[in-house]
């Protein structure tokens, strides 16, 4: 495996969450995440009519000090409270 690939995978770690989301150790890994699959959801909704890809934001989750990423537009109470359990 090349040193590049290495380095690439190396940004997320999602065995390090209880909540088996994807995990980026920083805010810029999980907003590059978030740029790519917006030119994703473009692509697809122009070449299909549809996507699966909704994520809209990034957020800090404290139990696993690291960076998710959201389809939600705000950030709840309610949200808040079910990261927690």
Known sequence: MSMKMKANKSHKNPRNCFTHKVRY????????????????R?????????TRFNQ???????????????SQE????SSRSQIDQ
């Open 56 to 70: 809209v934001r990034v957020y800090f989750h404290d139990p696993c000090k690291g960076w998710h990423l959201t």
């Open 42 to 50: 473009t692509a697809d909704l122009s070449e299909f009519g549809q």
């Open 25 to 40: 150790k920083d805010h810029k890994l999980a907003i590059a995440a978030l740029h790519s699959i917006s030119n994703r």
């Open 74 to 77: 705000e950030w709840s109470v």
